[in-house]
């Protein structure tokens, strides 16, 4: 049995694993010695949640990170543990590019400044190629987002401590020195529970008063209140984040009307192609994982954007 939580709905997984698995998003309580995997996407799962299902195998998340996961505690319980990490790779660069050129076009502030009643023809924007990206984090959605770039001009510098050889046109230099000199970050870094933001204070110190920042990968990763002090000081040029520490925010949360704040609801993987890429991989995953002994099965996640 295939057991899937809310998040997701049950048909896209029964039709086509018809007379493999009995998918079901409720399992009763004399049926949970039938579950031998367990299908998530947001939604935690750790020693409590698969505890019930004594004959479990797989836990798979439809997602590319895994910081929802007690990874080392489910393979503890000797659990196969796996991710869909390619299926929005395309979508996600093209979110970060269309946030990128957005905020350096100033399409983001003069949309609110008409709005508010200001009209200033006389506004000064920037051209592409006159501007320097820094990536930190190169793998798949990084490296997507690089191409993007260079082909639009732009010089692209990257950092990520994992990969050994940056992309084909991408620089590569030191964290700091990224910060320091390029014209907007984007970051495409897994998420790691409990561990202090990647970009603090100090690290937003270094960014160029001008500088935009793109975050779409995880909340955790940038200290939102920092950012939220630093365009209200002038000492950020803008910001976009298609994450949030709570999802869906609080209404009232003041964060959300800082002048110069793009947020977006966690959609940059979003397309009719990702939603039919996703079930495919997941779907392949579970075949593999689930087949006789004999067969290859999924080992590690691939936890790098």
Not at 47 to 55: D, G, H, R, T, W
Not at 102 to 115: A, I, K, Q, T, Y
Not at 252 to 274: C, K, M
Request: some cysteine; hydrophobic content about 45%; aromatic content about 6%.
């Amino acid at each position: 049995m295939l057991f899937i939580d809310r998040g997701f709905p049950v048909e896209p997984f029964e039709q086509p694993l018809g007379g493999e698995l009995d998918c079901r998003e409720r399992v009763d309580p004399g049926e949970r010695e039938r579950v031998v995997a367990l299908v998530t996407g947001a939604e935690p799962v750790g020693a409590e949640q698969v505890a019930p299902f004594v004959n479990l195998r797989l836990v798979l998340t439809c997602s590319i990170g895994v910081d929802h996961l007690d990874v080392a505690e489910l393979r503890r319980r000797g659990l196969t543990v796996a991710n869909t990490p390619s299926y929005c790779t395309e979508e996600v660069a093209d979110h970060a590019l269309a946030c990128l050129l957005g905020g350096w076009r100033g399409l983001w502030r003069l949309g609110e400044d008409v709005r508010a009643g200001r009209w200033e023809p006389g506004t000064r924007l920037r051209r592409f190629d006159a501007q320097r990206l820094g990536i930190f984090g190169l793998g798949r959605i990084g490296a997507a987002l690089a191409r993007r770039a260079l082909a639009l001009g732009i010089e692209v510098v990257g950092f990520d401590p994992a990969v050994v050889t940056p992309p084909p046109g991408v620089i590569a230099v030191e964290f700091e020195e990224l910060l320091a000199s390029s014209d907007a970050v984007s970051l495409h870094v897994p998420g790691t529970p409990g561990a202090p933001p990647l970009l603090g204070r100090r690290e937003l110190s270094l960014m160029r008063p001008d500088a935009l920042l793109l975050n779409l990968a995880r909340a955790s990763v940038v200290d939102l209140d920092a950012v939220v002090d630093a365009l209200a000081r002038g000492a950020l040029g803008g910001a976009a984040f298609d994450v949030w520490p709570t999802e869906p925010p609080a209404p009232a949360d003041p964060r959300l009307e800082t002048r110069g704040l793009l947020v977006t609801p966690h959609v940059g993987w979003s397309s009719e192609q990702a939603e039919d890429a996703y079930r495919a991989e997941a779907i392949a995953v579970l075949r593999a994982a689930l087949a006789p002994p004999s067969s290859e099965v999924v080992g590690e996640p691939r936890t790098t954007l």
